[in-house]
């Protein structure tokens, strides 16, 4: 598709229950995201992938939350033993790689989102 | 330590009137890019402007224009003849030029335009 895909777009699930959102970027988006949303809050960054680097996983807030991305394609984030604090839309962002020292219009886009809800 | 500061959490301006909305970055690098993204109510984030930290001149876009003080290392968004559509939460983000690149973002400012 034309634009980065995320599904589901709405999520609720009990505590205690593991969650898989998944993340389709841009073709050639060497970049992908995942941010974390709360209501009426900033982004909060969790993990960004680039290219065949090891990723950057230094915003995830615990161990039970884990990314993995396909060479430069498809990333899934997992939540295991979901608690109500992780309710949230998770916002998944590809962009093109920053093309050396100078970085050019190298702007993340979005997806629409996932809402997660935990019951 | 916060890398993007949004000073002003919430803003009312009049419609028709020009808007600052306050961006300050913290940086060592040499080569950095800013971003302002726009979210609406539906909560889709809408890339606005780029300003490039080699750039010579103000990025500007439409109604949008950014006033991008390099010393003083800020990187205010301005909106002309603002819009009710205008109202919104608005982000400021940075990527830095070393290999640490990721896009972060500052906390947001929202804007209520008032008719």
Known sequence: ??????????????????????????????????????????????????????????????????????????????????????????????????????????EAFFGQGTRLTVV | ????????????????????????YDTSDQSYGLFWYKQPSSGEMIFLIYQGSYDEQNATEGRYSLNFQKARKSANLVISASQLGDSAMYFCAMREGTRDDKIIFGKGTRLHILP
Not at chain 1, 24 to 35: E, R, V
Not at chain 1, 40 to 67: M, T
């Open chain 1, 1 to 106: 598709g034309a634009g980065v895909s995320q599904s589901p777009s709405n999520k609720v699930t009990e505590k205690g229950k593991d969650v898989e959102l998944r993340c389709d970027p841009i073709s050639g988006h060497t970049a992908l995201y995942w941010y974390r949303q709360r209501l009426g809050q900033g982004l909060e960054f969790l993990i960004y992938f680039q290219g065949n680097s090891a990723p950057d996983k230094s915003g995830l807030p615990s161990d039970r939350f884990s990314a993995e991305r396909t060479g430069e394609s498809v990333s899934t984030l997992t939540i295991q033993r979901t608690q109500q604090e992780d309710s949230a839309v998770y916002l998944c962002a590809s962009s093109r790689s920053r093309g050396g020292a100078v970085i050019r219009n190298t």
């Open chain 2, 1 to 24: 330590a916060q890398k993007i500061t949004q000073t002003q959490p919430g803003m009312f301006v009049q419609e028709k009137e020009a808007v600052t909305l306050d961006c300050t």
